[in-house]
């Protein structure tokens, strides 16, 4: 009998998989709340002589994002001229609930970036700020819009955007596998690791500041942390065997990942108490650790049952409750938990009629959901609202990342390419509150 530690590192060390089926197309199956989604139009941004084309893709840049946020209905902003007065009961005539204006000011080391969101429904003002942002030409510039996108979010609905959060995912290269980054609009893609072997299973800290991955660039996987700001790396484990599949606490000094121990693959943890180890398997092996948001439950997969399968158990270990849908004496397959950042939902990948797909369970093991079909759909990682989900899919449209939202069912994609693969998406990594 294969143990699934080795089928886990034959999948790790594994090239993708060739291409079948292009054409073929996620079907999400879960009940959506559709609804009628509000209007919104962004009009032109203000922002004379220098500032004209900064002010240009600031607009861009935040209607993408509340286009991306799923709770909105973009309407174009025909006819409109940048500077103009705002007519908001025109817009409303035209079927806009919400419209934003914008101005952009010259200042030093930058711009000023001015919105206002004005109620169409009521005729009220519903937010205004001001966002500092950096050169058009800094790296630093797209974040910071995006900053300023999350704060209209929460004029408007009173939640928190997204915009500003990135996404680490792994891509197959020649004979390697690093480590990127791409923002949630799928702008900027950034490398971070160049071992030039098998860089893995990326996990970003609570902070955004770092982010904890395996690397074989030693011969052998060792679990090592990245510092984003400095790029140098410290060796979190590097124990004889495995060490994989890392996930932090919510503490950010804890991390939880699989380890050889006694013959099998276990969950451990490393952190200010140093290592301890959390199950303890007969012939079997456990990986992939997940936290619940409070820190006080880990989620993560077991084979004890003679196939992988989702489990929950406190955090200071012991006995573990089956919550994934399995019938004991049937084969099943179920993996790469991930929990929600805010509830009691828990994400994982599932086998169905061969392919694996992205389903949804309580913590519980209560209402279970498939989320998509068809083409296979793998390794799902929550935003920071718990509403959105980043996956990767190596068959969809010539494959790539993908990004699902789980109120609505859209699907986007994020990042083309059959090579990307275990995404991880980051806290909020700016936050604008405006002034």
Do not use: C
């Amino acid at each position: 009998m294969i143990r699934f530690r080795h089928i886990a590192l034959a999948l790790a060390l594994a090239a993708p998989a060739a291409a079948q089926d292009t054409t073929t197309v996620v079907r999400l199956r879960a009940t959506y709340e559709v609804g009628n989604l509000s209007g919104f139009v962004v009009l032109p941004f203000g922002g004379g002589g220098d500032l004209a084309d900064a002010a240009a893709e600031s607009a861009e840049i935040v209607r993408r994002d509340l286009d991306f946020s799923d709770q909105f209905k973009l309407a174009e902003a025909t006819g409109a001229r940048a500077g103009e007065p705002v007519n908001v009961a025109l817009w409303r005539e035209r079927g806009a609930d919400w419209v934003l204006t914008g101005t952009l000011a010259p200042r030093a080391g930058g711009s000023t970036l001015r919105l206002t969101l004005h109620d169409a429904v009521y005729g009220q003002t519903r937010g205004e700020g001001s966002f500092d942002l950096p050169p058009a030409s800094d790296r630093r510039f797209r974040m910071a819009v995006h900053a300023a996108s999350d704060a209209v979010v929460r004029w408007a609905t009173g939640e928190p955007g997204i915009a500003a959060t990135r996404i680490a995912f792994v891509t197959q290269g020649r004979g390697s596998k690093e480590i990127y980054l791409v923002d949630s609009d799928g702008e900027n893609v950034t490398r971070v690791t160049s071992d030039g072997s098998l860089a893995l299973s990326p996990a970003w800290s609570p902070d955004g500041g770092r982010i904890a991955y395996t690397s074989y660039r030693g011969g052998m996987p060792a679990l090592y942390e990245r510092n984003l700001a400095s790029g140098a790396d410290r060796i979190l484990s590097g124990r004889e065997g495995l060490n994989i599949t890392p996930s932090y606490a919510p503490d950010g000094r804890t991390v939880a990942f699989a380890a050889t121990a006694g013959g099998n693959t276990e969950i451990a943890t490393v952190g200010p108490s140093g290592f301890r180890q959390q199950t303890t398997g007969r012939r079997s092996d456990s990986l992939s650790p997940s936290f619940s948001p409070d820190g006080a439950r880990i989620a993560f997969v077991s084979d004890r049952l003679g196939e992988p399968q989702i489990y929950v158990m406190s955090a200071n270990g012991g006995a573990a409750r089956l919550v994934s849908d399995y019938t004991y004496g049937n084969r099943g397959y179920s993996t790469s938990p991930d929990w929600a950042p805010a509830g009691n939902r828990i994400a994982f990948h599932t086998r169905v009629s061969g392919a694996h797909q992205i389903a949804m369970v309580d913590a519980d093991g209560n209402r279970p959901r498939l989320l998509t079909s068809g083409s296979r759909n793998e390794d799902p990682s929550w935003a920071p609202n718990g509403r959105h989900l980043v996956f990767s899919s190596p068959d969809r449209d010539g494959g790539g990342l993908l990004v699902l939202d789980t109120k609505t069912g859209r699907v986007r994609k994020l990042l083309a390419g059959r090579g990307h693969g275990l995404p991880d998406w980051s806290p909020v990594l700016m936050r604008a509150g405006g002034r």
